[in-house]
Nanobody, 113 residues
């Protein structure tokens, strides 16, 4: 399975972005999906996840600002990000977990003040 992430970019504080992660085959109905973020000089961290039942979980600092969703028919997981802050800057990676983990390539998000 290959994951293709896109949607990153440069925005100002308070702006919004929508990230997409499309899988090469239908997997998000049977796999947990997640978005991770890696800021410069920091470890990769889980930002948001969605399980096979559609239940979501968020890192505390993004609750109320980020929304993870999926479209199983399009084999895609999304991350809607709003009210962006400089600390949201980083490379965002998507991941699908179904027995093993599959990673997409990163997409860079830069939030400037």
């Amino acid at each position: 399975v290959q994951l293709q992430a896109c949607g990153g970019g440069s925005v100002q504080v308070g702006g919004s972005l929508r990230l997409s992660c499309k899988a090469s085959r239908s997997i998000f109905g049977i796999a947990n999906g997640g978005w991770y973020r890696q800021a410069p000089d920091l470890q990769r961290e889980l930002v948001a996840s969605i399980d096979t039942r559609g239940r979501t979980n968020y890192k505390d600092s993004v609750k109320g600002r980020f929304t993870i969703s999926r479209d199983i028919t399009k084999s895609t997981v999304y991350l809607e990000m709003s009210f962006l802050k400089p600390e949201d800057t980083g490379v965002y990676y998507c991941k699908a977990e179904a027995g093993r983990g599959y990673w997409g390539q990163g997409t860079l998000v830069t939030v400037s003040s």
